[in-house]
Each structure stands twice: as C-alpha cells, then as structure tokens.
Nanobody
Framework: QVQLVESGGGLVQAGGSLTLSCTAS?????????ISWFRQAPGKKRGGVAG????????HAVDSVKGRFTISQDNAKRTLYLNMNNLKPDDTGMYYC??????????????????WGQGTQVTVS
C-alpha cells in the first residue's frame, strides 16, 4: 500500500510563489513508476498538472503551467515537490499527489492512478 501526504498549500497573491511537497511511504520510489501532481478547481474535474516518469527519467507538465511550475523529487527523502511561481487566480484549487507503478509514459488522467494523497489547498487571490 502506498501512502502519500501533501503539504505546502496556502493563500497567496497573484504573482506569488508556493512550493508543494508530497512525501511517500517507504519502498515507493522504484523503477517504472509515475508520480504526479493533479489539480481540481471548484466545479471542475481533476486534471494532471505535472509528473515524473522514472523509467525515462523525465518530467512533464501541461502547457498552462510550463515556465511557471517545476516538478522535482528527492529520492532520499521520498518526497515530490512542485515549485509554483508567478501564480495566477486560475491556479486555485486542491492539489493532489498521485502515484502509479509500471508506467511507460506519463499518465495525465486521474483514472490511471491507484494511489492518492489527501490534497492540499492552494488559493491565489
């Protein structure tokens, strides 16, 4: 069973920055997995924001956050980060960390992930 715990959300003014963290349970960061950040805005579906596919060793992000958000991870700390700069009101939402093993490519849809954190709220005014 994979456990994920997010932190770092909060209230920030437009143009500001936040860094989200997601700490995973032991034995989680192994080869061939996807670990991603999703966002769910009020009244909207949850959608992928950024992710890491370890088999390829690559990072991914949707166009709306490219150049502003950076995803990274620290394997020793079993922690995934999302560094968010130049935040906009449209970035407001609940941010979730998600994990799936056996990924060959980045899974951008929430239906493809079995393990989720509880979420952390980001509000941009």
């Amino acid at each position: 069973q994979v456990q994920l715990v997010e932190s770092g959300g909060g209230l920030v003014q437009a143009g500001g920055s936040l860094t989200l963290s997601c700490t995973a349970s032991a034995h989680t960061f192994r080869s061939g997995y996807c670990i991603s950040w999703f966002r769910q805005a009020p009244g909207k579906k949850r959608g992928g924001v950024a992710g890491i596919t370890i088999r390829g060793g690559t990072t991914h992000a949707v166009d709306s956050v490219k150049g502003r958000f950076t995803i990274s991870q620290d394997n020793a700390k079993r922690t995934l980060y999302l560094n968010m700069n130049n935040l906009k009101p449209d970035d407001t939402g609940m941010y979730y960390c998600a994990y799936e093993s056996g990924c060959q490519v980045w899974y951008i849809y929430d239906r493809d992930y079995d393990f989720w954190g509880q979420g952390t709220q980001v509000t941009v005014s």
